[in-house]
């Protein structure tokens, strides 16, 4: 793979999309819209690279509809379970035959570990885990995330490099559909031979459903106890929420990192999503953009969820909870 | 076998950073060793027990780049148990994004001699991006394994680890050379006994310069190397959406009752005892 400079990019934006549990992963529709959206503002084509074990009828139909001018399919059974090195020669090889100038992947596990193993044979470097992506009046993709523990956000450039590569979080960028018209062609590839593989990768379970609770009840460092939790559980049933937490019950060790929101741990998209003692960092926010509303309960009016709630209420959370759940 | 931990110093407190530049500056808080840094040594110190020899477990290596003073998260290291602590330091290296990072440990590693098992942390908690171990692993031509959450074994013939992917738990075998990024459920780390920690402080600390590198061309290094720039950082928050309401208990529950999905502009029942909304 000789790497190539911006003179040698094409004005091309590649969506990598990944397999889901039915068809694609949602993060994959996602990325396509963002990738329709910065085409059309900047004048960019599009394409989309499809890595997988196979072709399931309902991945077909998503990808016929995904807005995409074209994807390059890289089918092989050796792609399935997920290794990234068996992946990223044929991620390099669409990238060598496209020759992006913007290339797009989800912040997935998958995405996560592509990415910079794609980014190293290319010799440039990728922003991860973007929550905004825009170009600037150069046409340069401005690459936003949350940066230094969540506290602040960062604008990131890839000035010279290229493809200029970002992962997307997942379940922040909306869904755009693009009809049911099956505009997209889908291009068979081939990367040639695989180099042997140095790891062995077997599915043993697949992810817990994908389901969204239609409401989450989060727990933050306003929580006092670990005894406490238990009760919370219960106020979750109550509520009929899925109990979650931010990042500080995780490092006291109270919550598994599965359960924890936020840059770090997981998005979630609820109906309604109700935050006790939860001050609201920007690795937090990051995990709560697809909430429809947001009720938040904390003591400090200057915490930053109350500035984002629909709800925002000042009020002891142990008070509070004391009155949903007698 | 030769086994080595890439950790880092992360700012303990609030961090600043430089306006102009975009740059974090680690003055004024107190660095502690990155928390996902400790599964990665526990990881690293099982795994030396676990393929141990006649004489006994082999060597642990922490290694690290930054700033003079990241030496504290080395001596944190050797408390723990690592067996020896080496730091990459020039003012040269610094500004490194992700990319540039994994080069400058990649070349540490060759200097020293690659180990057979790297463990990082699967990420640090002020940078955030888990890239890291995977650039670096692409760097020495190793496969990485992320995101494990439990160990099976380490024998001397290869490992079986879990992982968590988006598409769920996939178990993963091989043999060696392998880096191994670890999250947090994989392992439970030990703490530091006080005899293992007076001895870390006066314990010595390998200190290498860019000089030192297998490849010293200063432009490969630092931020003239990275292929990203911060160009700006902000504070995300504008004005608040609705003015904050202070309310008695009593009115927050029947407020959140109210929003639950379906009961919106329904008269508030009095919460009961189970069951959930329909």
Same mark, same amino acid.
């Given at each position: 793979?000789?790497?190539y400079t911006s003179s040698g990019a094409e004005r091309l934006i590649l969506a990598g999309l990944q397999p889901g549990p039915e068809g694609v992963h949602p993060i994959s529709l996602e990325i396509a819209g963002v990738a329709r959206r910065l085409?059309?503002?900047?004048?960019?084509?599009?394409? *989309?690279?499809?890595? $997988?074990?196979? /072709? #399931? %009828?309902? +991945? =077909?139909? !998503?990808?016929?509809?995904?807005?995409?001018?074209?994807?390059?399919?890289?089918?092989?059974?050796?792609?399935?379970?997920?290794?990234?090195?068996?992946?990223?020669?044929?991620?390099?090889?669409?990238?060598?035959?496209?020759?992006?100038?913007?290339?797009?992947?989800?912040?997935?596990?998958?995405?996560?570990?592509?990415?910079?193993?794609?980014?190293?044979?290319?010799?440039?470097?990728?922003?991860?885990?973007?929550?905004?992506?825009?170009?600037?009046?150069?046409?340069?993709?401005?690459?936003?995330?949350?940066?230094?523990? *969540?506290?602040?956000? $960062?604008?990131? /450039? #890839? %000035?010279? +490099? =290229?493809? !200029?590569?970002?992962?997307?979080?997942?379940?922040?960028?909306?869904?755009?559909?693009?009809?049911?018209?099956?505009?997209?062609?889908?291009?068979?590839?081939?990367?040639?031979?695989?180099?042997?593989?140095?790891?062995?990768?077997?599915?043993?379970?697949?992810?817990?459903?994908?389901?969204?609770?239609?409401?989450?009840?989060?727990?933050?460092?306003?929580?006092?106890?670990?005894?406490?939790?238990?009760?919370?559980?219960?106020?979750?049933?109550?509520?009929?929420?899925?109990?979650?937490?931010?990042?500080?019950?995780?490092?006291?060790?109270?919550?598994?990192?599965?359960?924890?929101?936020?840059?770090?741990?997981?998005?979630?998209?609820?109906?309604?999503?109700?935050?006790?003692?939860?001050?609201?960092?920007?690795?937090?926010?990051?995990?709560?953009?697809?909430?429809?509303?947001?009720?938040?309960?904390?003591?400090?009016?200057?915490?930053?969820?109350?500035?984002?709630?629909?709800?925002?209420?000042?009020?002891?959370?142990?008070?509070?909870?004391?009155?949903?759940?007698? | 076998?030769?086994?080595?931990?890439?950790?880092?110093?992360?700012?303990?407190?609030?961090?600043?950073?430089?306006?102009?530049?975009?740059?974090?500056?680690?003055?004024?808080?107190?660095?502690?060793?990155?928390?996902?840094?400790?599964?990665?040594?526990?990881?690293?110190?099982?795994?030396?027990?676990?393929?141990?020899?006649?004489?006994?477990?082999?060597?642990?290596?922490?290694?690290?780049?930054?700033?003079?003073?990241?030496?504290?998260?080395?001596?944190?290291?050797?408390?723990?148990?690592?067996?020896?602590?080496?730091?990459?330091?020039?003012?040269?290296?610094?500004?490194?994004?992700?990319?540039?990072?994994?080069?400058?440990?990649?070349?540490?590693?060759?200097?020293?001699?690659v180990p057979e098992l790297i463990f990082c942390g699967q990420q640090t908690t002020d940078g955030d991006t888990a890239q890291v171990p995977f650039a670096l692993a692409a760097r020495l031509g190793i496969p990485a394994v992320g995101w494990v959450?439990?160990?099976?074994?380490?024998?001397?013939?290869?490992?079986?680890?879990?992982?968590?992917?988006?598409?769920?738990?996939?178990?993963?075998?091989?043999?060696?050379?392998?880096?191994?990024?670890?999250?947090?459920?994989?392992?439970?780390?030990?703490?530091?006994?006080?005899?293992?920690?007076?001895?870390?402080?006066?314990?010595?600390?390998?200190?290498?310069?860019?000089?030192?590198?297998?490849?010293?061309?200063?432009?490969?290094?630092?931020?003239?190397?990275?292929?990203?720039?911060?160009?700006?950082?902000?504070?995300?928050?504008?004005?608040?959406?609705?003015?904050?309401?202070?309310?008695?208990p009593g009115e927050a529950a029947a407020l959140i009752l109210g929003a639950l999905p379906g009961r919106e502009g329904q008269p508030v029942p009095p919460p009961s005892g189970g069951g959930g909304p329909g």
């Amino acid at each position: 793979m000789i790497p190539y400079t911006s003179s040698g990019a094409e004005r091309l934006i590649l969506a990598g999309l990944q397999p889901g549990p039915e068809g694609v992963h949602p993060i994959s529709l996602e990325i396509a819209g963002v990738a329709r959206r910065l085409a059309g503002e900047g004048g960019f084509r599009t394409a *989309g690279v499809f890595i $997988a074990g196979e /072709l #399931t %009828p309902a +991945a =077909r139909r !998503q990808l016929e509809n995904c807005g995409l001018a074209e994807v390059r399919l890289y089918l092989n059974p050796a792609f399935h379970p997920f290794v990234p090195e068996q992946q990223a020669p044929a991620l390099l090889h669409c990238v060598g035959e496209l020759r992006p100038e913007i290339l797009l992947l989800g912040a997935t596990p998958e995405g996560r570990s592509l990415a910079p193993l794609a980014a190293v044979s290319l010799e440039t470097g990728i922003t991860a885990d973007c929550t905004a992506l825009a170009l600037n009046a150069g046409g340069l993709l401005v690459q936003t995330r949350p940066a230094f523990g *969540g506290g602040l956000m $960062a604008e990131i /450039l #890839t %000035p010279q +490099a =290229r493809p !200029q590569m970002a992962t997307l979080r997942y379940g922040i960028f909306p869904h755009r559909a693009a009809g049911e018209g099956g505009s997209t062609r889908l291009v068979p590839a081939d990367p040639g031979p695989l180099p042997p593989a140095k790891t062995q990768a077997e599915a043993l379970t697949a992810p817990a459903a994908g389901e969204e609770a239609p409401v989450v009840l989060a727990l933050g460092g306003g929580v006092r106890a670990r005894e406490d939790i238990e009760f919370f559980q219960n106020l979750s049933r109550v509520l009929g929420a899925e109990l979650m937490s931010s990042r500080s019950l995780v490092e006291r060790g109270w919550f598994p990192q599965s359960r924890q929101i936020g840059l770090s741990g997981r998005c979630v998209a609820p109906e309604l999503l109700i935050t006790l003692g939860i001050a609201g960092s920007v690795q937090f926010m990051a995990g709560i953009q697809g909430a429809r509303r947001i009720c938040a309960l904390n003591t400090d009016p200057a915490a930053p969820i109350l500035r984002i709630a629909d709800i925002p209420l000042i009020c002891d959370l142990y008070e509070a909870a004391a009155r949903l759940c007698p | 076998m030769r086994i080595g931990v890439c950790i880092k110093q992360v700012p303990g407190g609030s961090a600043r950073m430089d306006g102009e530049t975009g740059l974090l500056i680690r003055g004024s808080a107190q660095g502690v060793l990155n928390p996902y840094d400790y599964f990665a040594l526990e990881a690293a110190l099982q795994a030396a027990a676990s393929l141990a020899g006649p004489e006994g477990p082999g060597e642990v290596t922490a290694l690290t780049m930054g700033p003079p003073q990241a030496e504290g998260a080395l001596r944190e290291a050797l408390a723990l148990g690592a067996g020896k602590a080496l730091l990459l330091c020039d003012s040269g290296f610094a500004g490194a994004d992700a990319a540039i990072t994994a080069r400058t440990l990649a070349q540490g590693w060759e200097k020293l001699g690659v180990p057979e098992l790297i463990f990082c942390g699967q990420q640090t908690t002020d940078g955030d991006t888990a890239q890291v171990p995977f650039a670096l692993a692409a760097r020495l031509g190793i496969p990485a394994v992320g995101w494990v959450k439990a160990i099976e074994y380490f024998r001397a013939e290869g490992f079986s680890v879990l992982q968590e992917l988006s598409g769920g738990t996939v178990r993963v075998r091989g043999g060696y050379p392998a880096l191994f990024a670890i999250g947090r459920e994989a392992v439970q780390p030990r703490a530091a006994s006080l005899p293992r920690r007076l001895e870390a402080r006066r314990a010595p600390v390998t200190r290498w310069t860019l000089a030192d590198l297998p490849d010293p061309a200063p432009h490969r290094y630092g931020l003239a190397a990275s292929p990203t720039r911060v160009k700006r950082i902000y504070a995300p928050l504008g004005e608040a959406k609705t003015p904050p309401l202070r309310v008695d208990p009593g009115e927050a529950a029947a407020l959140i009752l109210g929003a639950l999905p379906g009961r919106e502009g329904q008269p508030v029942p009095p919460p009961s005892g189970g069951g959930g909304p329909g």
